[in-house]
């Protein structure tokens, strides 16, 4: 073999040295830090703290004391471990690089970036059996009530639509990511009730397909198709005679099918046609309205994510679900927690 491939191979096998265990700003996080701010926000400027975080002080204990048994950390002879509420600030920071993100809070990069991994799945894993349950007989009604009465639109279940997420260019990944748009993203497919809150969730989709494709392929869709998602049977219009069976609405990406309602397509429709497609579009609004609104609230998603494909997909999940928090009271949520714990 040539002796310079032999020796390239022998400087690769190195073993890296490390130029610090610990950096020495990093040592400095007790004494300086964007999160000591952030304390001092949350004691004497609850309205900064929510500017910051884009949640009340008390919306934020909320969330922290569901997940703050998974994030606590076992301190060590060598240093002690993040706390919990320290590792929630940092992954709901909307800076789009971890680098800045570390140099604000003074820790390592990979420190930073190990933390928004598990805290996002973290939350979602806790949070998700709570929030994003599967819907029962029940809430299917509830839902069917809150379309009926604020959006004039009878049995309906949800509205359903997805949300490119954008992301950097993933590395060989050719054009499965690349979008209709010109950018690079991942699927978000969901569903809301009339209340503006999640009811289903699915994300990591390829951004090359169509809001159809990802519905069709998603676990919401499969389990439509096959019928076995326990949706009520039809039910009577108001005022009228006829059953119709619950079906969700959505645009005129989405097929025709007995649980999903779109517009009628064209130009020219009759008096009819025009007052339902009006009708449709008003209930079938409250997902993009929704992804608008979480997009103001959560501002990472205004930009594109620097990270892979796989380790963005919780990033979403997980403040859905935190946004569906923040969508009722502090007191229900006590109780719900303390269901499930039963």
Do not use: N, V, W, Y
């Given at each position: 073999m040539d002796p310079v491939i032999?020796?390239?191979?022998?400087r690769r096998r190195k073993k890296r040295v490390h130029r610090y265990w610990v950096h020495p700003l990093n040592l400095l996080r007790g004494v300086w830090g964007e999160h000591l701010k952030i304390i001092e926000m949350y004691n004497k400027f609850p309205l900064k703290f929510r500017q910051y975080t884009r949640m009340t002080p008390a919306q934020f204990d909320t969330v922290l004391s569901i997940v703050k048994e998974d994030l606590q950390k076992q301190d060590t002879n060598y240093?002690?471990?993040?706390?919990?509420?320290?590792?929630?600030?940092v992954t709901l920071s909307d800076r789009r690089c971890l680098a800045s993100i570390s140099t604000s809070y003074s820790m390592g990069h990979t420190t930073v970036w190990r933390i928004v991994r598990e805290t996002t799945q973290i939350l979602w894993n806790r949070l998700s059996p709570i929030f994003v349950k599967a819907p029962t007989n029940e809430d299917y009604n509830l839902i069917e009530k809150g379309f009926r009465e604020r959006w004039n639109f009878p049995n309906c279940i949800g509205a359903v639509d997805g949300?490119?997420?954008?992301?950097?260019a993933p590395y060989k990944s050719g054009s499965q990511y690349y979008n209709y748009k010109g950018r690079f993203s991942i699927g978000l497919m969901a569903t809301c009730d009339a209340d503006y809150r999640f009811t289903t969730v699915d994300v990591g989709a390829y951004g090359r397909q169509s809001d159809a494709g990802?519905?069709?392929?998603?676990a919401l869709g499969t389990r439509l198709e096959s019928g076995n998602l326990g949706i009520p049977g039809p039910k009577l219009l108001p005022e009228s005679t006829k059953q119709l069976p619950f079906t969700f609405v959505g645009d005129e990406a989405?097929?025709?099918?007995c649980y999903m309602m779109r517009p009628y397509?064209?130009?020219g429709l009759t008096e009819v046609r025009r007052i339902f497609n009006y009708r449709l579009s008003r209930a079938r609004r409250i997902i993009e309205n929704l992804f608008g609104v979480m997009s103001k609230r959560f501002r990472i998603f205004r930009r594109p994510i620097v990270a892979q494909p796989q380790h963005v997909e919780s990033i979403p999940a997980s403040h859905s679900t935190i946004f569906c928090v923040l969508k009722i009271?502090?007191?229900r949520v006590q109780i719900l927690?303390?269901?499930?714990?039963?």
């Open positions: 032999i020796l390239a191979l022998i240093r002690t471990s993040i706390p919990p509420d320290f590792r929630l600030f949300k490119h997420i954008d992301i950097e990802i519905f069709s392929i998603s989405f097929p025709l099918k397509p064209g130009r009271s502090r007191r927690t303390a269901l499930l714990d039963l």
